[in-house]
């Protein structure tokens, strides 16, 4: 069964720096084009970025310059390293796989349980 | 960015009766070459992640039940569940995927009336 594990959140100040994890399993992770997904406590779904299987890399406006989404393929995770951070980056951070069998990124298959980003002072 | 609004923000049904979700899109999310819509449902129960229920505006993912479809085109869409079961409580988002950056509708809550 495909398993997605995010880790690495926690609190933070703003201006600071954290790096999340996404261990991916039971599925060929270099084929895949990854995802962040974000969630504002008590909000709905805003996508943050992606990174195809050939390294590809895209952002939203919102955190373009600030946050770096990478991957290790021998390692099977995936990573966003956020700096700069900001009050309205806090937020639960998913990690997500882009549906292969629609051949698009941004359809969202399989989901890891999140972690949890709370920037403040 | 393509703007997507869903009606209603929240919706209570009895069980067994239908529901109902609509999303609208600030653009035309079909694409004219391939004739697909680039639109997806998910559906989101408390203290989970999002599943994907559907994509290309109307196919369902593996494993969706049947009562669970996608109708619509262009920049309007909806959500229809044939017959509601205690386990849809939940809230259901809309997603284009036309253009970056991909954007999702604000969520329909749906409760059992």
């Known amino acids: 069964e495909v398993q997605l594990v995010e880790s690495g959140g926690g609190l933070v100040q703003p201006g600071g720096s954290l790096r999340l994890s996404c261990a991916a399993s039971a599925f060929t992770f270099s084929n895949y084009a990854m995802n962040w997904v974000r969630q504002a406590p008590g909000k709905g779904l805003e996508w943050v970025s992606t990174?195809?299987?050939?390294?590809?890399?895209y952002y939203a406006d919102s955190v373009k310059g600030r946050f770096t989404i990478s991957r290790d393929n021998s390692r099977n995770t995936l990573y966003l390293q956020m700096n700069n951070v900001r009050a309205e980056d806090t937020a639960v951070y998913y990690c997500?796989?882009?549906?292969?069998?629609?051949?698009?990124?941004?359809?969202?298959?399989?989901w890891g349980q999140g972690t949890l980003v709370t920037v403040s002072s | 960015d393509i703007v997507m609004t869903q009606s209603p923000d929240s919706l209570a049904v009895s069980l067994g009766e239908r529901a109902t979700i609509n999303c609208k899109s600030s653009?035309?999310?079909?694409?004219?070459?391939?004739?697909?819509?680039?639109f997806a449902w998910y559906q989101q129960k408390p203290g989970q992640p999002p599943k994907l229920l559907i994509y290309?505006?109307?196919t369902r993912e593996s494993g969706v039940p049947d009562r669970f479809s996608g109708s619509g085109s262009g920049a309007d869409f909806t959500l229809t569940i044939s017959s509601l079961q205690a386990e849809d409580v939940a809230i259901y988002y809309c997603?284009?995927?036309?253009?970056?950056?991909?954007?999702f509708g604000q969520g329909t809550k749906l409760e059992i009336k």
């Open positions: 997603q284009q995927y036309y253009t970056s950056p991909p954007t």
């Open positions: 290309w505006a109307s």
């Open positions: 990174i195809s299987s050939g390294g590809s890399t």
């Open positions: 653009q035309n999310v079909l694409y004219s070459s391939n004739n697909k819509n680039y």
């Open positions: 997500a796989t882009g549906a292969p069998h629609t051949g698009n990124y941004y359809v969202l298959d399989c």
